[in-house]
């Protein structure tokens, strides 16, 4: 029998939600949404996996091909509000949900991660009856090309299209924020910042102004995208700047990151194991070296240069042999690495070996689907435009839009009561990035940042004001790192 978890501060709106694919990336999906308190039935021809799924999630599977009518019949796909078809075929994941709109009137997501799709899914999405396509992998690519372009950044999420940026850092010994108040944090930086989340021994914390940082702090720094390289510079951080990359595994991320990376002017190697592949990739990355062989071979890795390169980012397929060959490049000195890890469980543990830039597609895919199905969920407006998972997924930033239901408009937030444990990280007017002080206010239009705890699941703005007495210390929650 269902349970649902008391701390949450707001029952959801149960939605029916049919996912078929029950492999990495739709066991994370049915995870997290069955854990959001919404009906999930998941769709799989392969009964080991739904069995795994039937133990240690609540939901209901069917057996069977997605795409059949009569088992999405019999998953009641007519009746649902939303089908994720997340196979690992592209082909098979359109066919689901143009059967499912046929059936019903239910919104449809795709996971289609074939580059050759992506001009013809532009021009047949509305044929096809796609409310969104998932890319894991060009998400993941871009996600790392941007951590390759500010490598002093562990994480880079970006909010209001790019204006906004939390960054995540981590407070080396003797650093400048070692042993500092946040208060005293503009007078470091010299640039208008706000720290919004800090992580310390496996705890979050979302911080206020005498908070005092420690190295070996993890801190998550809310930043005008423009303001990052100065941001760089006033806190004594290393700026190497990333000019050759070699990766490791020719897979799609591999490709589409050395797409991007080429486009900027960077060198490129990729080092695959699989002939075929190599002679693929070489074809389609023409100003890029493919190198024919054994990413994890010591012996490889030192011929073609490991020790000179600038970044490292593993891609295989295999969690084990990417962390393997990071630990090797970062006891090397390699300045950047990044890695591709898909058992995020064991992250924790991973850092423990020196892995600090980690990359999931599957994660990537889950926070996007989810904020879809916020926004699905709200019906007055001012849904959730941008959702990303901070501190191991202890903290949610969320995006929302201002619009005419919104309370509060116009008040400043030295004056608005605010739920516990809430923070408006950021507010952005007509493209102008307000990191948010006393006197400043929400008005119509504006996009807000509210960064939280993941265990409080907002779906609309109005739903961090408190209504009611103001409790002790709500400004704090507002304005938390200035005195």
């Known amino acids: 029998m269902r349970t649902w978890n008391p701390q949450l501060e707001w029952e959801a709106q149960r939605m029916k939600i049919v996912i078929v ?19 999930i039935v998941v769709i799989d021809s392969n009964k080991d996996v739904l069995q795994e799924s039937v133990e240690t999630l609540d939901v209901m599977v069917v057996h069977g091909n997605g795409a059949s009518l009569k088992v999405q019949k019999q998953a009641n796909v007519a009746n649902c509000d939303l089908l994720i078809a997340a196979t690992s075929a592209d082909e098979l994941n359109m ?4 059967v499912a709109r046929k059936l019903g009137d239910a919104h449809t997501i795709a996971r289609v991660r074939n580059p050759e799709y992506a001009e013809q899914l532009i021009f047949l999405k509305e044929e096809l009856g796609l409310s969104l396509t998932i890319n894991p992998e060009l998400a993941a690519a871009r996600e790392t090309f941007k951590l390759l372009q500010f490598p002093s950044f562990l994480r880079r999420d970006s909010f209001a299209k790019g204006k906004v940026e939390i960054v995540e850092l981590i407070l080396r010994e003797g650093g400048l924020l070692d042993g500092q108040k946040l208060s005293e944090l503009y007078k470091i930086a010299k640039v208008n910042v706000l720290v919004c989340a800090v992580e310390r021994e496996g705890k979050a914390y979302i911080p206020d102004g005498n908070f005092c940082l420690q190295k070996k702090d993890k801190i998550y720094v809310t930043a005008p995208s423009h303001e990052l390289t100065s941001l760089i510079k006033h806190l004594g951080l290393v700026t190497h700047k990333v000019r050759d990359v070699m990766i490791i595994g020719g897979s799609r991320i591999a490709y589409y990151l050395a797409m991007s990376l080429l486009g900027a002017g960077v060198a490129v190697k990729i080092i695959e194991q699989r002939r075929e592949r190599c002679l693929e990739l070489a074809e389609m990355l023409p100003k890029a070296t493919i190198i024919h062989g054994a990413g994890a071979n010591q012996e490889v890795l030192l011929e073609e240069g490991i020790r000179e390169t600038d970044a490292v980012v593993t891609l295989t397929d295999m969690d084990e042999e990417n962390l393997i060959v990071s630990m090797y490049a970062n006891h090397l000195g390699v300045p950047k ?14 850092r423990d070996k020196g892995i600090d830039c980690v990359i999931s597609p599957k994660q990537i895919t889950a926070n996007d689907i989810v904020r879809y199905v916020r926004a699905m969920q709200n019906t007055s407006g001012g849904s959730v435009l941008t959702l990303h998972r901070l501190v191991d997924d202890m903290v949610e930033a969320l995006e929302f839009r201002a619009n005419a239901t919104t309370r509060h408009l116009g008040e400043t937030l030295a004056q608005i009561q605010l739920k516990k444990g809430i923070l408006i990280a950021c507010i952005t007017r007509y493209g102008k990035v307000i990191i948010p002080r006393g006197n400043d206010t929400i008005e119509l239009n504006d996009t807000v940042v509210v960064v939280t705890t993941s265990d409080r699941l907002y779906k609309d703005l109005n739903d961090i004001f408190l209504d009611g007495p103001v409790p002790a210390n709500t400004y704090g929650t507002t304005d938390p790192n200035r005195s």
């Not at 066919?95 to 143009?98: F, V, Y």
């Not at 890890?341 to 924790?348: D, S």
């Open 95 to 98: 066919l689901c949900c143009i």
């Open 21 to 39: 694919g029950d492999g990495k990336v739709g066991y994370n999906l049915t995870k997290q949404l069955s854990k959001e308190g919404h009906d």
């Open 337 to 350: 690495v990044v890695t591709k890890i898909n058992r995020t469980e064991y992250t924790e543990v991973f």
